[in-house]
Nanobody, 124 residues
Framework: VQLQACGGGLVQAGGSLRLSCAASGRTFSSYAVGWFRQAPGKEREIVAA??????????LYADSVKGRFTASRDNAKNTVYLQMSSLKPEDTAVYYC????????????????WGQGTQVTVSS
């Protein structure tokens, strides 16, 4: 599986962005997908995780983004999305999408394939 993330950019606090992640492969629906982020000087952290389709596509969010971010997947388009609203300066990071052979993964070690990352910068 190859992943290509895009949609990052510079936005003012309170604004919105939508990230997209296009995946190759005809079995994309069988993979769990996740969004991670890494801010300068910090470890990579999970933002949202979506289970594979057989598991109903359940979604988990980090507490820091609950109510502000919405993750989704469109298996017909082999694409996952991260709609980010009410952005805060602390959301500034490089955002990565990833795919896992597991039913659902929350740790970066559980993910097998990674996109290249897209920069999100939120100004105050």
């Amino acid at each position: 599986v190859q992943l290509q993330a895009c949609g990052g950019g510079l936005v003012q606090a309170g604004g919105s962005l939508r990230l997209s992640c296009a995946a190759s492969g005809r079995t994309f629906s069988s993979y769990a997908v996740g969004w991670f982020r890494q801010a300068p000087g910090k470890e990579r952290e999970i933002v949202a995780a979506i289970s594979n389709s057989r598991s109903g596509g359940s979604i988990l969010y980090a507490d820091s983004v609950k109510g502000r971010f919405t993750a989704s997947r469109d298996n017909a388009k082999n694409t996952v999305y991260l709609q980010m609203s009410s952005l805060k300066p602390e959301d500034t990071a490089v955002y990565y999408c990833a795919a896992s052979r597991l039913r659902l993964g929350v740790g970066q070690n559980e993910y097998d394939y990674w996109g290249q990352g897209t920069q999100v910068t939120v100004s105050s």
